[in-house]
């Protein structure tokens, strides 16, 4: 039960807390807060011009 404790706690630190390469070396609770609420353009779905 300890070791499962100790490895849940590493996996979280590994993947939340340290930075990402592909993230622009950002960790992912920055990535997310700089890119979460980014407005993105608006694609239409009329198929018409």
């Known amino acids: 039960l300890e070791a499962n404790l100790d490895l849940t706690t590493w996996l979280v630190k590994y993947n939340s807390y340290r930075p990402h390469e592909a993230l622009a070396n950002l960790t992912p ?3 997310a807060q700089k890119n979460f609420f980014q407005v993105l ?3 239409s779905a009329s198929t018409s011009n």
């Open 29 to 31: 609770l920055e990535y």
């Open 41 to 43: 353009p608006m694609w």
